[in-house]
C-alpha cells in the first residue's frame, strides 16, 4: 500500500530524513519508535503532503503510485489520513459541520451520493461513542476549547468516520492520561482491518501495549536503524535506545 | 531592628550547624527582602493589597516547644487519600501514609538546595525572599516515573493551639516524574484566635508526560495571613490541572507562575474564592507561553460578601516564535454586597502571530430577573438567591475531582453559604 | 492585547490578484465647482441647493468652528495629510429637473446601478426595498416613495427635506452630531451636499426596509452626505445602506454624518456593507472613509441597532454609536470589517450609557489579512446615574498571513457600582497550519477560507436582513481571494 524508497529530505537546508526504506502492506501495523527530533514526525507530514519540506531524493509510492506531486487533499481524498501530533484550532468553524464537510468531499470524489444530515447526525453519534467523547462536542468549533486529551481523541473520531485505507498516527498517544491513553487504543482496534493500515509513531511504549503492531521500526538522526516484530518494543523499554547508536 | 531582623539572627544563631551553602542563600534572600521590603501601593503588581498588618504585628518563628498535643482527629483530613500531616511547621512523620513509588523528605539540611527550586533567580517578589531567608517546614515529595497513583496525597498544614503571634514559611517541592500521574491536596488550615502569618513557596515539576491534579485548599482561621507564592514547570507533553478552593484567611495573596518548558504542555487553573467580612483575596497569575503546542485555560471565580475585597490579576504571555498558542483566561466575579469590591485585570501579552487566544471578564450583582423567575416559581427569595450562587460556585466545584475532594470542598461550601 | 506580526511565511503570501468589481467610471456630464474651500464655497453650494438662510448660517458656523479643529491623531491609522483646498465639494450630474419616474433618469446612469447590482425596477417588483440611491451628490431617484406616503413615512433626500419639512430638520440636525463634535463632523457640517431623510410618525412600523446606495463617481470630489433618521415614538424602521466608488488613482474623502434619534419605545436598525474602493494591492488610491455615526435613545424603552460589514475603503475612521438616555434603552453593534493589502481600518463604537436599566451589547470582528492594519476601538461609559447598566463586549480578531496586523482596545469606564460588565475578546489565526490540517481532512484551500471566514463572521452576518447577508458574504469571498495560498 505505501512504500518509501531511500527518502531524504530536509527542512530549510538541515537534512532531517536521511534515507528511508519502508514497505507497508495492506492489513498491517507498524510502529516507528523513536526519540525526539529523530525525523518521526517529519516523516508523517512527508506523507501526508505538508509541502514545507524539501525531498531530496528518494521516492514515496502509495498505491503503486508515485505521490511527490499530489496536494494533500487530494491524498487524502484518496485514503491516506494524518492524525496529528498537535491537532490545530480552527475558530467559528463547527466540528460537526466540518466533519461532514470533509466526508462529503470524500464522497464526491468517490462519485457517491453527499451524505444527509440525519444519517451523519446518526454516524456521529455512534462513533462518539466509541472515543468517549460527549454530545456537546458537536456543537464546538473544530478543536476550539478542547483539552489535549480531546482533541487526540477528535482525530480518531475523525479517522473512524472517514474511514481512510492508511492511518498515520503521529504520537496520538503522547499527553494522554492512562484512561485516554486506551480509549484511543480502543479506536484504533476497531478501525484496524484487513484492507487497511496503519502507521504508529510514538516514542513511548506504553500505547503498544494496547495496539499491538505487527512491525517496530526504530528511527534515529533521520534513519531506520533497526526493525523487528513487537517484541522490539519490549527490549526498548528495558534497555531504551542508546544501545542502538553507533 | 524589626522584629524580622530579630526573628533571622535568632534563626542563624539556632541553627549553627546548618549547611555552609544553606547559610548562605538564607543571608542573600534576606538582603533580597530588605531591598525590596514590603509591597507598597505604588508597586504596580501589589497596588490592590495592604501588607501593613503582617509589616506591623510582631510574629515569631515557630519553635519546637511549639508542637501542641497532636489531636486525636485532624481537621481537614479527607477520607480515601494518603496524607503528610504538619501541625504548627512540624512534620508529623508517624501520621504519614503513602503508595510506592512516593517518597517524602523533609530534614532540615535541606540536601537539594542547589537545584532550581531555591533560586531567587531575579525574582522580585518579596515573600518569595523571605520564605527563602526563614524557610522552616521543608516537605519534597517525589513521584517516580510511570507510577499511576490512583488515591490522592493529602498534605495539611495546621495552624493550632498557639499562644503568642507566630509565623511560619514553608517550603513545598513537589516533582512528578516521567509518565506518571497523581493527585496532590495541598491544605491550609487555622484553629486559633491568636493573629498569625504562613508564608508558603511551592515549586512543582512536572517531567516529560507526566499528569497532575493538584488542589489547594486554603481554610487559615480569619485571625491569619497567608501569603503564598506557587511556581510550576512543565516538560513536553506535561499536564497539570488545578483547583484552588479559597474561603479563609483575613489577608491572602497569591502568586502564581507557571513556565511551560517543553512542547505539548497543557495546564488548567480552576480557582473559586469565598469572602465575607473584611477579607481581602488577592491572585496574581502568570502563565508564560515560551514553547510551542502549549494549552493553558484559566477560571478564576470570586464570591465576595459583606465588605471583602477581591483582586485578580491574570497574565497571559504568548512568546515570539511560538507555535500553535492556544490560551484562555476567564475571571467571573459576583458581589453579594454593595460594599464589596473587586478589581480585575485580565490580560494579553501576544508576541506570536499562531496563536488562539481569548480572555474575558465580568462583575456583577446577582441576577434580579433570574431572582424573579425563581419567585414566580414559588421559590422564596432567599432560596433563589442561595441557588443562583450555588451555581455560579458551580462550575468549578463540580469539575474536582476525585469525587471525595469534590465532596469535601463542596460541603465547605455549602457551610459558607449558609 | 496587541498583535503585530512580522514572521514570513511560505504558504500564505501577500499576492492578491483580484480586481476591484465596481471600478468603472460613469460618463454624465457632471456640473462641479473648482475645487478649493472657502466662506464663499458654502454661499455657493447652499445657493445651488435653494437653501434656507438658517440652513447656510449654520453651515457657515460649522466652516469656522472647523478651521480651529485639528485633524485627529488617535487613530491607529497612517495617511499622508489631506490637502482640503485640493478637493471639490459639490458635484451633481446636469440633469436637475424633477424626475417623475425612473424612465426620466439617464439610461447609463440606471446602467451604473445594473453594474452595481442594484437594478432599481427590479428591486421594487421583487425585494420590496425602497431604494433612494445617491449618485455622488444629489438623489436622483426615490422609489417605493408613494406606498410610503400612505403610512405618513417621510423618505427623501436631505435637500428635499429641507424644503418640504424644514421644521423637522430644523429640530434634528445636529441634535447628536454636534457640528463641534469632530474635525470630520464640522467639515460636513459645514459642506455637506445631500443624504437621506426619514421620518416615521408615532405608532408606525415601517412595512419596507430602506435602503440607500451611495456611490461615489466623480474624480477629486470629497463625498459629505448627511443622514437624518427619526423615529418617533413607538415607531420601527430598518435602513440599508451600501456603498461603492469606482476605482481612481488618488485618494478620494468621504466624510458622512449619520444621526438617529428614537424616541420612546421606538427601534431604530441600521446596516451598512462598505465597500468603498479599498485601493489596489500596492496601496495606491482607495477612498478615505471618515464618518460620523450615532444615535440617540431619547427617551425610555427606545433601541438603536448598528449592524456594518466593512470591506472597502484603503482607511476606515468609523464609530458608530448610541447613546443610551432613556432608562430601559438598548444600544447595540455588529460589526464585521475586513482588511486586506495595504487598507487600514480603526473601527469600533461608543455606548454611553446615561438612563438606569440601559444595556448594550458590542460584537466586532476584525479580519486582516495582506498587509492590513485592522483595530478594534471601542468605548463603553457608565455614567453616576446609570443604575444597573449592563454591557456585553466581544471584540474577536482573525488574522491571515504573518504581515498583518490587530489591535484591540476596549475602553471601560464604569462610574456606577451596580454595572454589570462582560468582556470577551480573542485572537486566532489562518496559518498554514490550519489550511494544512484541513487539506489533510480533503478539503481544498479555498473551502477551507470561506468555511473559516463565514463561521468567524455567523454571529454578524445573522444580524443582517437576508438579501444583504447574502450580498456580505460574497463580499467577504471576493475581499479576500488570492489572500491565501
Known amino acids: 500500500m505505501l512504500e518509501i524508497k531511500n527518502l531524504c529530505a530536509a527542512v530549510e537546508n538541515k537534512e532531517i530524513l536521511k534515507g528511508i526504506n519502508l514497505n507497508v502492506k495492506q492489513g498491517e501495523v507498524h510502529a516507528i519508535m523513536g526519540r525526539n527530533g529523530s525525523g518521526k514526525s517529519t516523516l508523517a507530514n512527508l506523507i501526508a503532503g505538508k509541502n514545507n519540506y524539501s525531498v531530496t531524493s528518494g521516492e514515496v509510492y502509495y498505491k503503486e503510485k508515485n505521490i511527490a506531486a499530489i496536494s494533500p487533499e487530494d491524498r487524502a481524498l484518496n485514503g491516506i489520513f494524518l492524525s496529528f501530533q498537535y491537532p490545530v484550532v480552527i475558530p467559528g468553524v463547527n466540528t460537526t459541520y466540518f466533519l461532514k464537510e470533509a466526508l462529503n468531499a470524500k464522497r464526491r470524489n468517490r462519485e457517491e451520493e453527499e451524505i444527509n444530515a440525519a444519517d451523519f447526525m446518526r454516524l456521529i453519534k455512534e462513533k462518539l461513542k466509541e472515543v468517549d467523547l460527549d454530545e456537546t462536542y458537536l456543537k464546538r468549533s473544530v478543536n476550539d476549547g478542547f483539552s489535549g486529551g480531546e482533541k487526540k481523541r477528535n482525530e480518531i473520531l475523525q479517522m473512524l468516520i472517514l474511514e481512510p485505507e492508511l492511518a498515520v498516527l503521529d504520537e496520538t498517544d503522547s499527553g494522554l492520561d492512562i484512561d485516554a491513553l486506551k480509549t484511543i487504543a480502543h479506536g484504533i482496534n476497531q478501525y484496524r482491518r484487513e484492507d487497511r493500515a496503519i502507521i504508529l509513531i510514538t516514542h513511548y511504549q506504553r500505547l503498544l501495549k494496547y495496539a499491538v503492531p505487527d512491525y517496530v521500526h526504530v528511527l534515529m538522526n533521520g534513519q531506520i536503524v533497526k526493525s523487528g516484530g513487537k517484541e522490539l518494543a519490549l527490549e526498548l523499554e528495558e534497555k531504551g535506545y542508546s544501545w542502538l547508536e553507533k | ?418 | 492585547m496587541k498583535n503585530t506580526l512580522k514572521k514570513e511565511n511560505s504558504i500564505i503570501d501577500e499576492a492578491i490578484s483580484q480586481d476591484y468589481k465596481y471600478g468603472f467610471v460613469t460618463d454624465i456630464e457632471q456640473e462641479t465647482i473648482p475645487p478649493g474651500l472657502s466662506e464663499d464655497v458654502i454661499r455657493v453650494i447652499s445657493a445651488k441647493k435653494g437653501e434656507p438662510d438658517w440652513l447656510r448660517d449654520w453651515r457657515l458656523k460649522s466652516y469656522k468652528n472647523w478651521g480651529k479643529m485639528k485633524n485627529p491623531s488617535w487613530a491607529h491609522i497612517t495617511y499622508p495629510s489631506i490637502d482640503y483646498q485640493s478637493i471639490s465639494y459639490y458635484s451633481a450630474p446636469k440633469e436637475k429637473k424633477e424626475l417623475k419616474s425612473l424612465d426620466e433618469v439617464d439610461p447609463e446612469l440606471l446602467e451604473t446601478y445594473n453594474k452595481l447590482g442594484i437594478p432599481l425596477q427590479e428591486q421594487k417588483m421583487l425585494a420590496g426595498v425602497a431604494v433612494d440611491a445617491v449618485f455622488d451628490s444629489v438623489s436622483v431617484a426615490t422609489t417605493f416613495k408613494e406606498d410610503l406616503k400612505k403610512h405618513g413615512i417621510i423618505f427623501c433626500s436631505f435637500s428635499e427635506a429641507v424644503h418640504n419639512h424644514p421644521n423637522l430638520v430644523k429640530k434634528y440636525l445636529g441634535s447628536v452630531v454636534p457640528m463641534t463634535d469632530n474635525f470630520f463632523a464640522a467639515l460636513n457640517s459645514a459642506v455637506f451636499s445631500d443624504g437621506s431623510f426619514v421620518y416615521i410618525p408615532k405608532g408606525v412600523r415601517c412595512p419596507m426596509e430602506l435602503s440607500t446606495y451611495f456611490r461615489i463617481n466623480a474624480a477629486n470630489t470629497g463625498q459629505f452626505e448627511r443622514t437624518l433618521i427619526v423615529a418617533d415614538e413607538g415607531s420601527y424602521v430598518s435602513y440599508l445602506e451600501g456603498c461603492t466608488a469606482p476605482m481612481r488613482d488618488e485618494n478620494q474623502l468621504h466624510a458622512a454624518v449619520v444621526e438617529l434619534i428614537a424616541h420612546k419605545d421606538a427601534e431604530i436598525k441600521y446596516s451598512t456593507v462598505q465597500n468603498w474602493y479599498p485601493g489596489d494591492k500596492d496601496g495606491k488610491g482607495g477612498i478615505y472613509n471618515f464618518v460620523t455615526k450615532r444615535g440617540t435613545c431619547l427617551e425610555d424603552n427606545s433601541k438603536i441597532s448598528w449592524t456594518q460589514v466593512e470591506t472597502g475603503s484603503a482607511i476606515t475612521w468609523k464609530y458608530p454609536s448610541v447613546i443610551l438616555k432613556g432608562d430601559n434603552s438598548k444600544g447595540e453593534f455588529y460589526s464585521v470589517a475586513l482588511t486586506n493589502n495595504h487598507q487600514q481600518a480603526d473601527t469600533g463604537t461608543k455606548m454611553i450609557h446615561l438612563g438606569s436599566n440601559t444595556s448594550s451589547t458590542i460584537i466586532s470582528k476584525g479580519i486582516s489579512a495582506g498587509k492590513s492594519q485592522n483595530t478594534y476601538r471601542g468605548q463603553v461609559k457608565i455614567m453616576k446615574n446609570a443604575e444597573n447598566a449592563r454591557n456585553y463586549s466581544q471584540c474577536d480578531s482573525i488574522l491571515i498571513g504573518s504581515e498583518c496586523g490587530a489591535h484591540t482596545f476596549p475602553y471601560i469606564d464604569v462610574r456606577n457600582p451596580t454595572a454589570k460588565m462582560e468582556h470577551e475578546a480573542s485572537t486566532s489565526n489562518i496559518g498554514e497550519e490550519q489550511l494544512f490540517y484541513c487539506n489533510q481532512r480533503g478539503l481544498s484551500t479555498e473551502n477551507a477560507v470561506s468555511l473559516i471566514v463565514n463561521g468567524f463572521c455567523k454571529e454578524v452576518f445573522k444580524e443582517l436582513p437576508m438579501e444583504f447577508a447574502v450580498e456580505a458574504q460574497k463580499l467577504m469571498e471576493v475581499s479576500l481571494e488570492g489572500s491565501v495560498g
Open chain 2, 1 to 418: 531592628m524589626n522584629y524580622l531582623q530579630r526573628q533571622f539572627h535568632a534563626l542563624l544563631d539556632h541553627c549553627l550547624d546548618e549547611r555552609k551553602e544553606i547559610r548562605s542563600l538564607r543571608k542573600t534572600a534576606f538582603d533580597r527582602f530588605n531591598q525590596l521590603g514590603f509591597p507598597t501601593k505604588k508597586w504596580e503588581e501589589w497596588q490592590f493589597t495592604d501588607f501593613s498588618e503582617i509589616r506591623k504585628n510582631e510574629y515569631r518563628l515557630a519553635w519546637g516547644k511549639d508542637l501542641p498535643k497532636i489531636p486525636d482527629k485532624i481537621p481537614g483530613l479527607i477520607p480515601d487519600t494518603y496524607s503528610i500531616i504538619i501541625i504548627n511547621g512540624h512534620y508529623q512523620p508517624q501520621l504519614t501514609k503513602l503508595p510506592t513509588g512516593v517518597s517524602v523528605k523533609s530534614h532540615e539540611d535541606f540536601s537539594q538546595i542547589d537545584g532550581d527550586e531555591y533560586s531567587l533567580n531575579g525574582n522580585q517578589n518579596p515573600f518569595l525572599a523571605l520564605n527563602t531567608a526563614l524557610m522552616n517546614s521543608e516537605i519534597s515529595l517525589i513521584v517516580e516515573p510511570d507510577s499511576i497513583i490512583e488515591k490522592p496525597i493529602q498534605i495539611i498544614h495546621l495552624t493550632t493551639a498557639l499562644s503568642d503571634q507566630f509565623m511560619n514559611h514553608p517550603r513545598l517541592v513537589f516533582q512528578i516524574g516521567r509518565n506518571s500521574q497523581a493527585t496532590l491536596v495541598e491544605h491550609y488550615i487555622g484553629e486559633t484566635k491568636i493573629p498569625y502569618f504562613v508564608n508558603p513557596v511551592t515549586q512543582v515539576s512536572i517531567d516529560e508526560n507526566a499528569s497532575l491534579n493538584y488542589i489547594r485548599i486554603l481554610e487559615e482561621d480569619i485571625f491569619g495571613c497567608h501569603t503564598a507564592t506557587t511556581n510550576y514547570i512543565l516538560k513536553n507533553d506535561a499536564r497539570l490541572n488545578t483547583t484552588s478552593f479559597s474561603s479563609g484567611a483575613k489577608l491572602f495573596r497569591h502568586d502564581i507562575k507557571l513556565d511551560f518548558a517543553g512542547d505539548g504542555g497543557e495546564a488548567v487553573f480552576n480557582g473559586l474564592c469565598l469572602t465575607e467580612d473584611q477579607q481581602h483575596h488577592d491572585q496574581h497569575v502568570i502563565v508564560d507561553h515560551q514553547q510551542n503546542f502549549c494549552q493553558s485555560r484559566q477560571l478564576f471565580k470570586y464570591i465576595l460578601a459583606e465588605k471583602s475585597s477581591g483582586v485578580f490579576n491574570g497574565k497571559v504571555v504568548v512568546r515570539k516564535n511560538t507555535k500553535q498558542t492556544d490560551a484562555d483566561q476567564s475571571n467571573r466575579n459576583l458581589l453579594l454586597s454593595p460594599s464589596a469590591l473587586m478589581n480585575a485585570n485580565p490580560q494579553l501579552e501576544i508576541l506570536s502571530d499562531d496563536v488562539k487566544c481569548s480572555h474575558g471578564s465580568s462583575t456583577g450583582e446577582l441576577d434580579d430577573d433570574a431572582i424573579f423567575y425563581l419567585q414566580t416559581r414559588g421559590i422564596d427569595s432567599e432560596t433563589a438567591k442561595s441557588l443562583l450562587i450555588h451555581g455560579f460556585a458551580n462550575e468549578i466545584i463540580e469539575k474536582v475531582k476525585p469525587i471525595s475532594i469534590q465532596d469535601y470542598i463542596h460541603n465547605q461550601f455549602t457551610d459558607w453559604l449558609s
